[in-house]
């Protein structure tokens, strides 16, 4: 018994010093791996990178920029129903234990002593705190080195922070595949979705994919992602945090994803999303761009924009067309699964209806094609094959472009396309209703050209064309591409000789004017458009309907390049205009952009406007770091309410750069202009426009710019590569720009009344005979108009020509009524 009595003491006095020991050797080991343990008090400040997203004026969503797509959620903000699927899943005994589960740690054991040797990755333990210390503060190295610092992390962390806290850093942070960090992003990005929309099964789905995103696919794996989504319905159930009829209808749901896209959300606005993305990252850089988590509401009108595109883009096809067929993209070999061979061709994502085909068969009276198929979500081609015909209806315009035929129209499908022949196809229509299963034949045109849609009182960007294709050239046409504005580039020349002196009525001589150039240049000799006609003496306003060149070469030799300089530096059309006199005919380079912000500084009364994408840009925490509207509000902040105050005044200290009336004056030459001029084909807007067309030397380019008191819009039509247009009249801005500013403001001014332009104070409205700019007599109303005039100025009551050579070639010197409204160079008495 004693011998029992001292064994079992012995026994007593090992254990307890194996016990000191092995508490000794865990303290040792807590201390070794505490010393390089990382800080985990940054998690209090953590900013995670967050997308940046660009919406429209009316909210929504133009792009999206980030190199983690993620939405940042508090957890007051996250569904029960969401956070319950992730626990279910994840962590069910969250809100129980202090950052490690033990008893999932006695299951991995074991699990891991059965798998030793075996080359199998060990199965995992860690709760959800373990994972935001592993995911935060760690790396993905397996080893028990890391996991004893996982858990001696997350006991500190579970210390620290709430719970709450703990799970709004995991929910946020998570990668759940596609390209998607966090359960905001990743529901937009499966879905289409909010959090707060989202269904059992939906919710189920996301919080099966912590572990494995790329395994749980929904295409490529999508019957393992179905089992591994109902195990987490069977979770949910089994914890009592759904109904049992609910995980049953959520088992039963099909897996359907919906893939969201990257690029702009907004049809049509690609131009523009991509011009805000190079704005902000010029102000922020790329740090922010697309991890600060800013939120940019854009001036985009997203209806205007629609119209803008759909008329540009159809003014760019009518003329391509009128240039004939230029033949297929390319052939395609249609023995065996043409459409696996179709679908490996880049197509246009963005022209859409038109959509890629390839030509079956043909005959005389029709051809049937395969149109491209889509792809799946994992990216395999889809097994349906949709085709169509397109019969002599179809073809109707395709006339040769080239080649002995050119110009002549197709008799025969057959002639026009055959078997293997790539090309773009939408459907047809007739009387406006589309032909069922018949399709017209389509050629991406070879011109280009952009617009600019903006509102004249803010400067505002309010559409934005840049070409016909973003997918096809990323280009933009409107702010990058610099082009010679021709003849739209005069109204900023008159404006600078009106607001220095010269009346709507002074009278300039149309003749033929011979310029040397100097140091060996030669003599240049302007001409009109119509080669050799001239009209002698004319008024500024008859000189800016008809484009007169010669008239604008003597008004700019009367006021001098400099000044004509420095008004296109005030309108911002160009930064320093040489001193030639081509210049004054829009022989300088400038762009789309540039011209509709000059145009609409015309038609606000002459104040500066900067042109602008952006009305405001936040912080990822809601707070305003720029905003684009810089006038003051005074009264507009109204604490307790309306009280009768009066009512609050904007302030408006933006610079005058061409006095008021001076801008309203040159807005009722550019009415003309539209009302008996080169731009008539806008009067069909049946709403005041005022504007001017421009065509460059050998119609290289074609322009309209334009405005009504509520939209500026500038259009240019032409080869990236500039060549002719064109001959004659068919190839001048009033036959391909201003039919297209006609349709776009037919249909964006299609709710606006039919206000004129404002008068403003001190303006003086007399009648004078629209031919000579005199007064018109008593009674005197045919061919006669009202006409504006400053103070102190007036409209001549008779005239005598001056400067007129008799036969010796003397000038005469006869007088001329100092108010008569004519100018005379001086020196010389010859009439300008």
């Not at 709507?504 to 150039?517: C, H, N």
């Not at 004054?584 to 500084?601: D, I, N, P, W």
């Not at 609050?648 to 009722?668: F, G, H, K, N, W």
């Amino acid at each position: 018994m004693r011998l029992l009595v001292r064994f079992m003491g012995f026994l007593f006095a090992a254990g307890t010093v194996l016990f000191l020991v092995g508490v000794g050797a865990v303290a040792g080991l807590i201390w070794h791996f505490s010393k390089d343990l990382p800080d985990y008090s940054q998690l209090q400040d953590y900013e995670p990178p967050v997308m940046t997203r660009v919406h429209a004026v009316d909210g929504s969503l133009l792009g999206e920029y980030a190199k983690e797509r993620r939405l940042y959620l508090p957890i007051q903000a996250v569904p029960k129903l969401v956070i319950n699927a992730f626990l279910a899943a994840e962590d069910k005994n969250f809100y129980e234990h202090g950052g490690i589960d033990y008893t999932g740690m006695a299951r991995a054991g074991l699990v891991y002593i059965q798998n030793y040797g075996s080359n199998r990755r060990p199965q995992g333990a860690s709760t959800i705190t373990q994972q935001v210390a592993k995911n935060f503060l760690l790396t993905n190295e397996v080893s028990f080195a890391r996991k004893i610092k996982e858990a001696l992390l997350a006991m500190r962390i579970e210390k620290t922070y709430s719970k709450d806290k703990i799970l709004e850093l995991y929910l946020n942070e998570i990668y759940l595949g596609l390209g998607a960090y966090g359960i905001a992003a990743a529901s937009l990005v499966y879905f289409d979705k909010s959090v707060n929309e989202l269904t059992v099964a939906e919710a189920a789905y996301l919080a099966a994919l912590p572990k494995m995103p790329a395994t749980l696919h929904p295409v490529r794996n999508r019957d393992r992602a179905i089992e591994r989504r109902n195990y987490v319905v069977d979770r949910l159930q089994e914890n009592g945090w759904i109904k049992q009829a609910d995980a049953e209808k959520a088992r039963k749901e099909p897996l359907a994803v919906t893939n969201r896209a990257n690029g702009a959300h907004t049809f049509a606005g690609e131009y523009f999303a991509e011009e805000v993305r190079r704005d902000i990252f010029e102000r922020y850089g790329e740090k922010k761009l697309y991890e600060g988590g800013l939120s940019v509401r854009t001036t985009l009108d997203p209806k205007i924009q629609v119209m803008a595109r759909k008329t540009m883009v159809t003014g760019l096809v009518n003329y391509d067309e009128q240039q004939g067929y230029r033949g297929a993209m390319s052939k395609l070999d249609i023995s065996g699964d043409w459409g696996v061979k179709l679908a490996e061709i880049k197509s246009l994502s963005d022209i859409s209806p038109w959509r890629m085909a390839v030509v079956l068969e043909t005959s005389d009276q029709s051809a049937r094609i395969g149109f491209q198929p889509g792809r799946e979500l994992g990216g395999a081609v889809s097994k349906q094959r949709e085709t169509g015909l397109i019969t002599l209806d179809g073809i109707k315009w395709a006339r040769a472009a080239a080649g002995p035929a050119k110009g002549r129209a197709a008799s025969a499908v057959s002639q026009v396309l055959q078997p293997g022949d790539v090309i773009y196809a939408d459907p047809l229509y007739k009387d406006g209703t589309p032909v069922e299963g018949q399709y017209r034949l389509r050629q991406i045109p070879e011109v280009s050209g952009a617009m600019v849609v903006m509102d004249p009182l803010t400067g505002r960007v309010l559409a934005m064309v840049g070409g016909f294709s973003f997918d096809q050239s990323q280009f933009n046409r409107a702010t990058q591409a610099y082009r010679q504005p021709g003849s739209s580039f005069k109204p900023i020349v008159y404006s600078a000789a009106l607001d220095n002196g010269y009346t709507p009525s002074t009278v300039v001589l149309d003749a033929p004017i011979e310029i040397d150039q100097g140091q060996g240049a030669g003599v240049w000799r302007p001409e009109n458009f119509s080669s050799g006609k001239f009209q002698g003496p004319v008024t500024l306003r008859n000189a800016l309907r008809q484009s007169l060149n010669t008239v604008t070469v003597r008004l700019a030799q009367d006021i001098g390049m400099p000044l004509i300089g420095e008004y296109a530096r005030r309108f911002g059309v160009y930064d320093e205009l040489p001193n030639y006199l081509s210049y004054a005919l829009g022989a300088g380079e400038t762009t789309a952009m540039r011209m509709v912000t000059a145009y609409s500084m015309l038609a606000n009364g002459g104040r500066r406007v900067k042109p602008t994408l952006i009305d405001r840009i936040q912080d990822r925490y809601g707070r305003t770091i720029f905003k684009h509207d810089q006038r003051e509000c005074r009264g507009c902040d109204a604490p307790g309410g309306w009280k009768s105050q009066t009512e609050p005044q904007l302030i408006d200290r933006r610079e005058q750069v061409l006095d008021s009336m001076t801008a309203y004056q040159i807005t009722e030459l550019m009415e003309g202009v539209v009302q008996a001029g080169t731009a008539t084909v806008v009067k069909e807007v049946g709403k005041p426009i005022a504007g001017k067309t421009g065509t460059t030397n050998e119609a290289k380019d074609a322009w309209f710019v334009g405005f009504s008191p509520d939209v500026a819009v500038a259009i240019y039509m032409g080869y990236d590569k500039p060549r002719p247009l064109g001959k004659g009249n068919a190839a001048t801005g009033g036959h391909l720009a201003a039919p297209i500013a006609r349709d776009f403001l037919k249909l964006a001014l299609a709710d606006k009344q039919a206000v004129p332009f404002k008068v403003p104070a001190g303006i003086k409205l007399v009648r004078v005979v629209a031919k000579t700019g005199m007064r018109a007599g008593p009674g005197e109303t045919g061919g006669t108009i009202l006409e504006a005039f400053k103070p102190g100025t007036a409209p001549p009551d008779n005239y005598s020509v001056i400067g007129v050579a008799d036969a010796d070639g003397r000038a005469s010197q006869q007088q001329q009524p100092p108010d008569s409204g004519f100018f005379m160079r001086p020196g010389t008495g010859g009439l300008y």
